[in-house]
């Protein structure tokens, strides 16, 4: 199980070290232009990345999610199983609360049980699915008994936002957001206080002297939600911000010639696929003629097998994606839990591709339609379009429809589409979570497959994620996910592509990143004074 105190002592050690280099400046302001920003100061009021990426700073979860989304201890210093349905946890001692009062057992039983009370439009209450019951054994010791065998607990607890139970008391759906959003409520272990919040412009934080994990170096902390990737980079060039996330792949090379800035590159967990519906009638495969075709060709292993073929990966990557990605041969990244690092990734091979398809009767191609959105993650328009014509060379028309995510994902859903590219990232570090959405058969019964649209089953893959899902012992899992990986591979009902490397841009003079995350959060602890 997690031997956590190695993995405490690191942390401890390297927070000192940055803390220590940064001591002689610790008057400094940090202003971040973000791309978006919280809905609400209440951590438990939506799921949404970026939601929980602003109020990281203030509220501390129970397991924290490292750079790598490894499991690292944060409110909780360590965690086993005592059996199949209940987990204990030993809380961290001597934490305090913004206002001074001590943090106890109470106030994580507090938050759990009111996540289903006041979550919001995009629910919380998926980290805490799995609970049945709470139990207080001391002020610093928990029991979780759960619904069932529940091996990934630890993992949904990395979005556990712990709040105070006094200054939470009593809060419902409709009075909740305005207590912390006044400030009344928004009382956290974490290491910036709240200031204020203007929605939609800025969340204001100041220091917290008193964090259990030292001081940061920043005396104030300002997250400026500029949405517009050109006003993002405008207002670092004006040195309106310190710093932005996600600079855009097109700017970068002009800012890496900027002496006054430093950009800084880092991998992500996001992995762009593109999925085939197997369903028996297609709505938009035809003959080029468009006329009906005798059968599906998705449902053809061949041609399946025939389109891998015919993209180039490393094409995507470095020159859609202008750089910033990576050829994927998986839907997860190497890092995350069940990854197979003897999957290759597929070279492109024109002539073997065209074979595959004359031997599956359709020597001639046909036509599809191809959506894909062009908003949501950095490249993914350029990436649809490089696609479209990659399989053009092999005789398959394909007609580019670029769309905004807001349109594709419900036409998706209600299975108007036959070929879809959309990006997927692993955010709680472990395979199953993607797996059991994307490639398990859709059996709402089960809450599996939620995802797969397209008609995809195989009896095989569903027992492996479902054995998956419940073996507590760790090493039996992990050979459950990687062998889940290569049945994904091997039957390829849809294609992983290209990885999603992120950029941020710095004022060279004014701040330093000492860490990227692969979840893009940009947090402040992972910033320090350039000097």
Request: overall charge neutral; cysteine-free.
């Amino acid at each position: 199980m997690h031997h956590v105190l190695t993995r405490t002592l690191a942390a401890a050690v390297l927070s000192t070290t940055i803390l220590a280099g940064a001591s002689g400046v610790l008057a400094q302001t940090l202003t971040v232009g973000t791309r978006a920003g919280p809905e609400s100061i209440d951590p438990h009021f939506t799921a949404s990345g970026t939601h929980a990426e602003a109020l990281k700073h203030v509220f501390d979860t129970l397991v924290w999610s490292g750079d790598k989304l490894q499991l690292e201890p944060r409110l909780a210093e360590s965690w086993k199983p005592l059996n199949d349905t209940t987990w204990e946890f030993k809380l961290r001692k001597g934490v305090k609360f913004h206002d001074g009062s001590d943090f106890t057992a109470e106030d994580v039983k507090f938050s759990i049980e009111r996540i289903p009370t006041v979550s919001g439009p995009n629910p919380t209450t998926i980290y805490v699915r799995r609970v049945k019951e709470t139990k207080i054994v001391d002020p610093h010791t928990l029991h979780i008994v759960t619904d069932g065998p529940a091996p990934n607990l630890p993992n949904d607890f990395i979005r556990l936002f712990i709040v105070s139970s006094k200054a939470a008391a009593g809060l419902t759906k409709d009075n909740a957001n305005e207590a912390f959003n006044t400030g009344k409520a928004a009382i956290g272990t974490g290491p910036y206080k709240f200031v204020s919040w203007t929605p939609k412009e800025q969340l204001v934080l100041d220091r917290f002297d008193g964090y259990w994990g030292g001081a940061q170096p920043w005396q104030k902390v300002v997250r400026k939600e500029l949405p517009n990737d050109a006003a993002r980079v405008a207002q670092l060039r004006a040195g309106q911000v310190d710093m932005i996330v996600r600079a855009p792949a097109a700017d970068v090379p002009t800012l890496e010639r900027d002496n006054t800035l430093a950009i800084v590159k880092g991998d992500t967990v996001y992995v762009f696929y593109a999925e085939f519906d197997m369903r028996e009638k297609p709505p938009q495969i035809t003959a080029k003629d468009g006329s009906a075709l005798p059968a599906n060709p998705f449902r053809d292993q061949r041609v399946r097998d025939a389109v891998d073929l015919a993209i180039d990966k490393a094409a995507l990557a470095e020159v859609a994606m202008e750089g910033l990605g990576k050829p994927a041969s998986q839907l997860v990244t190497p890092g995350i839990f069940g990854y197979n690092d003897k999957i290759p990734v597929t070279k492109p091979d024109l002539n073997k591709a065209k074979e595959l398809l004359a031997a599956a009767g359709f020597k001639d191609g046909f036509k599809v339609t191809f959506s894909f959105t062009n908003d949501r993650l950095p490249g993914d328009r350029a990436v649809g379009t490089a696609i479209a014509q990659m399989l053009a060379r092999i005789g398959i028309e394909v007609v580019a429809n670029a769309q905004p995510g807001a349109v594709l994902f419900p036409a998706r859903t209600r299975g108007d589409l036959s070929f879809v590219m959309s990006g997927w990232g692993t955010l709680t570090g472990e395979a199953n979570y993607t797996l059991s959405s994307l490639m398990h058969s859709n059996a709402p019964n089960l809450k599996l497959g939620a995802f797969n649209w397209r008609g995809y089953l195989n009896p095989e893959m569903d027992k492996m994620l479902q054995a998956a899902a419940v073996e507590m012992d760790e090493a039996k899992r992990r050979k459950l996910l990687e062998d889940a990986n290569e049945l994904s591979i091997k039957d390829k009902p849809l294609i992983p592509l290209a990885a999603v490397s992120s950029a941020w841009a710095l004022r060279k003079d004014k701040v330093k990143m000492v860490r990227t995350r692969s979840d893009e959060d940009s947090l402040a602890m992972d910033v320090v004074p350039a000097k």
